[in-house]
């Protein structure tokens, strides 16, 4: 059936009052529905009336994607490949270049820790068949997104620590995690094209309209570079090998934990859908954080060490105060978020802290 068909039906009159639509034929047959069945409507609140089979009812086919890859670096195919998981698809088959020995070790490294759902069925020497078996309704989206912001903001808290006690092993942990972290936002997208792909899907995902899947997008986005920030600063802790001065370490921990807190509180509003909490973290960031951060940079420059251990102290204020950014946009799309619940009727609470 072709996606982009659109139906004509005239509306008519049933008995005294009730007005009815006819279905299209071809849609009936390819979702398998027959007299008696039962469908769900939803209205939109730009009057559209989206119509599926109910739950009981539904039979969805796998959706099916055949990925070719010929000539290609590893880097390469794994970016394809994970354009095609986070596009929503649940049957991958893999067709490889006849040589291509350095490809598969690669993809079956990102499947085992970048695609979370995704399992290799079957391989030969130039073929792979995948299929993921994780759906929302298992693993909400809304959930996914507050189990990323918690891996990221214990990231943030251990890459300072790891900093001004130069703790490599604290370092690489955080390093580590934020594989988990990539993880989340691959799935998160993913499940979001699955809700725009299939509308009825969006029970129990903890999208409540259609509308929100892009600033869901957004956010899970601004998690995902905060991971890769904190990530940033552990790396530099492995590097740097003079400690800062105590009254130096003493302010950037200090920064390090209010930054961490300006991020917890940007994703509490988007869970209460909290405009006055949003704004209150826009506010911190730009008005306080900023010259904060100037401050502690002018301290830096003063701190008499070595360039190369000056710039990389600087790029670790850098990457807090990116954080801090990061944020900020989170909460402009929790205030997004509450004016699209204020412009609904008899919206639920999205989830509980």
Same mark, same amino acid.
């Given at each position: ?33 027959? %007299?008696? #069945?039962?469908?769900? *409507? &939803?209205?939109?609140?730009? *009057? ?69 759902? $995704? ?23 809304? =959930? ?10 214990? $990231? ?19 390093? =580590? ?21 299939? %509308? ?31 990530? #940033?600063?552990? =790396?530099?802790? *492995? ?49 306080? $954080? ?20 000056? &710039? ?8 807090? $105060? ?15 978020? &509450?004016?699209?619940? =204020? ?5 639920? #609470? *999205?989830?509980?802290?």
């Amino acid at each position: 059936m072709s996606r982009a068909r659109e139906y004509l039906r005239r509306v008519q009159l049933t008995g005294r009052s009730s007005l009815t639509v006819s279905l299209p034929k071809d849609w009936v047959r390819a979702v398998g529905l027959s %007299p008696g #069945s039962i469908v769900k *409507m &939803s209205p939109g609140r730009d *009057m559209s009336l989206v119509i599926f089979p109910a739950e009981s009812e539904r039979r969805e086919p796998h959706k099916e994607f055949l990925l070719k890859l010929g000539d290609v670096k590893p880097d390469e195919a794994v970016r394809e490949l994970i354009s095609v998981y986070q596009a929503g698809f649940d049957i991958i088959h893999l067709k490889l270049a006849t040589k291509a020995p350095v490809l598969k070790p690669a993809i079956k490294d990102t499947v085992r820790r970048r695609l979370m759902g $995704m399992e290799i069925l079957s391989e030969s020497a130039n073929e792979m068949l995948m299929q993921c078996f994780t759906q929302h309704m298992e693993f909400p989206i809304l =959930q996914a997104l507050i189990r990323s912001a918690d891996i990221a903001s214990s $990231m943030c808290e251990d890459a300072v620590s790891a900093f001004i006690g130069r703790n490599g092993q604290l370092a690489s942990e955080v390093i =580590q995690r934020d594989d988990e972290v990539d993880r989340l936002f691959h799935y998160i997208i993913r499940q979001l094209n699955v809700i725009l792909d299939r %509308p009825g899907s969006i029970e129990g995902s903890g999208i409540e309209v259609l509308n929100e899947c892009l600033s869901f997008s957004a956010i899970a986005k601004s998690v995902e570079r905060i991971g890769d920030h904190a990530s #940033s600063i552990a =790396q530099i802790s *492995m590097e740097l090998g003079e400690k800062p001065s105590e009254n130096l370490a003493s302010e950037i921990s200090s920064m390090g934990k209010s930054v961490q807190k300006i991020f917890k509180s940007s994703i509490h509003a988007v869970i209460d859908r909290d405009k006055r909490r949003a704004n209150q973290v826009v506010d911190e960031v730009f008005q306080n $954080m900023r010259p904060r951060y100037g401050k502690i940079v002018e301290k830096v420059m003063r701190w008499r060490i070595t360039p190369r251990s000056v &710039s990389l102290t600087k790029t670790v204020l850098e990457d807090l $105060m990116r954080i801090a950014e990061y944020s900020a946009d989170i909460a402009e799309q929790a205030i997004f978020l &509450s004016i699209i619940r =204020q412009g609904g009727s008899g919206s639920s #609470s *999205m989830a509980n802290r």
